[in-house]
């Protein structure tokens, strides 16, 4: 861990909300890997957890792009809250909970030794709480993990659904049939 001299700018996020930032930057050592320079930058407000990452070809584009992209979602986010001040902080608080929660469970080392698996293959089983939610809390869940979908427990129904970002645009919603 090295230890660094914190400008002025970077202590006024701590009066934004800003609590934490973890910043990790890899380098796939494969030939088949056309995009090795990943970085991943993980952002712990207060209320949110943001997640973005970008691979390239070039370390420096990799870092400039997950700038680009986490300040977007900043920007995205601290607009939304200023919308909408009368959601509840208790509510706000638990959705960044989960979200910090699987971040955890989401986040993997980038191995030098990189061995492709059969399609059929399960290579790693996560296991994590799924505390009930609302399928709009879901929704903004899944717009701050960085990832095509989110396995959640409904509130309603207490069954389990998956929230996935479609191709063509919008959002779908699997849900179990009922019997």
Known sequence: M??????????ECDEHGIRK?????????NPSIKHAQAAEVVVFAVGTVMRA?????????????VADKISRKLRKYKERKERSK???????????RRIAESEEELEEEVSEDVKTP???????VKEFQMPAQTVEDA??????IDHDFYVFRDSETNEINV?????????????????
């Open 21 to 29: 930032v973890d910043v990790h930057l890899s380098v796939a050592h």
């Open 86 to 96: 009368d959601r509840s902080k208790e509510k706000t608080s638990e959705i960044a």
């Open 2 to 11: 090295k230890f660094i001299l914190v400008s002025e700018d970077i202590l």
């Open 139 to 144: 929704a903004l869940c899944l717009e701050y």
């Open 53 to 65: 990452e970008v691979k390239m070809e070039n370390a420096y584009s990799s870092i400039d792009l």
């Open 163 to 179: 929230l996935y970002k479609r191709n063509h645009g919008g959002l779908g919603l699997i849900k179990p049939e009922k019997a």
């Open 118 to 124: 059969d399609l059929r293959e399960i290579v790693k």
